[in-house]
C-alpha cells in the first residue's frame, strides 16, 4: 500500500504539468467531442458584410458629394471620395450578386463606364442609389 502512496505522490506533479501544459488541446477535444455528440449547436454564421441598408445609404451620401463638389476642392478629395464611392459598389455588387468589373479596371474612360453600367445593374436589382429614384434598401 505505502508503495502505491510513493508512485501516485511521484507522478501526480508530472500528470498536473502535462494537464496544464495540454489544457487547450483538452478543452478544443472536449468542445468537438460536445458539438459532436449534438449537446450544443454551432453558432450561426455572423455576416461579413455591413446590411445592405448602410451599403445603400453610404452609396447615396457618396453620391450626393461627388456631384456637388465645392469650388476649390482638390483632386486628392475628388479621387478619395471616388475610389470609396466605388468600393460601395463593389460590395453592393457582391451582396446582390451583381457581376463587375470596376477591381480590374484602371481609373479612366473604361472604369466611369462600367461605374454606370453596375449602378444600374444595381438599380434593377432594386438598390436605390439616386436620390431621385425609389426603390428597395
Known amino acids: 500500500m505505502q508503495s502505491i502512496e510513493i508512485g501516485v505522490a511521484l507522478a501526480a506533479p508530472t500528470l498536473l504539468f502535462g494537464l496544464i501544459l495540454h489544457l487547450g488541446r483538452i478543452l478544443d477535444g472536449l468542445e468537438w467531442l460536445v458539438r459532436r455528440i449534438g449537446l450544443v449547436r454551432d453558432p450561426a454564421p455572423r455576416p461579413t458584410h455591413p446590411p445592405i441598408e448602410k451599403v445603400a445609404a453610404s452609396l447615396r451620401r457618396l453620391d450626393r458629394e461627388i456631384l456637388t463638389f465645392a469650388p476649390g476642392t482638390t483632386n486628392t478629395r475628388r479621387r478619395a471620395l471616388q475610389l470609396a464611392y466605388d468600393d460601395l459598389l463593389e ?34 436589382a432594386g438598390l436605390c442609389i439616386r436620390d431621385g429614384h425609389r426603390g428597395a434598401a
Open 91 to 124: 460590395t453592393a455588387c457582391q451582396a446582390l450578386a451583381v457581376r463587375h468589373e470596376l477591381g480590374d479596371l484602371p481609373p479612366g474612360w473604361n472604369r466611369d463606364v462600367e461605374r454606370i453600367r453596375v449602378e444600374s445593374c444595381l438599380e434593377q
